[in-house]
């Protein structure tokens, strides 16, 4: 059963819009959320991350949604640029599990110039 | 943030071999881990390796298969032994850290692809 789960395999934006990645998750114990951006052949770059007592961390151009009565978060980047283009993968940590991370599968972001 | 570098980067292996992957941290770090990535799927922690003490492994990962090294606080290996082509992944080295605003971090080396023929 997956506990984060990234429903959108794919998206495309136009460049300079609005890009918006949704996650979902099932485990009320989790207490960190982090994004990740991926392109091929590299691992993955950190982008942001949130409590989860929190509901909003911002970190430039990205913007990091919690809505923990829904399980829910999201990941807004504002404006976005055909370098953004690549996978991201929403990950969630476990109160008390260090360093394990459970990843969703991942959702391709396209940006349109 | 951490700087990891791994090698090899990539690796084409007969099965029955064995590979060592190399993973160096820029600083120094109590625990690193070990991931997983199958073709089309998402990552999945194998182990953790502490400084001075055995690795710590997930369920359905064993010590015979993945045998890791911590010799000290910045470098770490992992074994993948006696290889079949269901090892053929992407084996990624990892750090926690805090972000400046004291926000938890975890960040990866670039990974070493492996296929086994």
């Known amino acids: 059963d997956q506990q984060v789960k990234q429903n959108s395999p794919s998206l495309s934006v136009q460049e300079g819009r609005i890009s918006i990645l949704n996650c979902d998750y099932t485990?009320?114990?989790?207490?960190?959320f982090l994004w990740y951006k991926k392109y091929p052949a590299e691992g993955p770059t950190f982008l942001i991350s949130?409590?989860?007592?929190?509901d909003k961390n911002e970190d430039g151009r990205f913007t990091v949604f919690l809505n923990k009565s829904a399980k829910h978060l999201s990941l807004h980047i504002v404006p976005s640029q055909p370098g953004d283009s690549a996978v991201y993968f929403c990950a969630a940590r476990a109160r008390g599990s260090q360093g394990n991370l459970i990843f969703g599968k991942g959702t391709k972001l396209s940006v349109k110039p | 943030s951490a700087v990891i570098s791994q090698k090899p980067s990539r690796d084409i292996c007969q099965r029955g071999t064995s590979l060592t992957i190399q993973c160096q941290v820029d600083?120094?770090?109590?625990?690193m881990f070990w991931y997983r990535q199958q073709p089309g799927q998402s990552l999945t922690l194998i182990a953790t390796?502490?400084?001075?003490?055995?690795?710590?492994?997930e369920s359905g990962f064993v010590i015979d298969k993945f045998p890791i090294s911590r010799p000290n606080l910045t470098f770490s290996t992992l074994t993948v032994s006696n290889m079949s082509p269901e090892d053929s992944s992407i084996y990624l080295c990892?750090?926690?850290?805090?972000?400046?605003?004291?926000?938890?971090?975890?960040?990866f080396g670039p990974g070493t692809r492996l296929t086994v023929t």
């Open positions: 485990n009320s114990m989790f207490d960190y």
């Open positions: 990892s750090v926690e850290g805090l972000g400046w605003r004291g926000t938890y971090e975890q960040y």
């Open positions: 600083s120094q770090v109590t625990m």
């Open positions: 949130i409590s989860s007592i929190k």
């Open positions: 390796a502490n400084q001075g003490s055995e690795a710590t492994y």
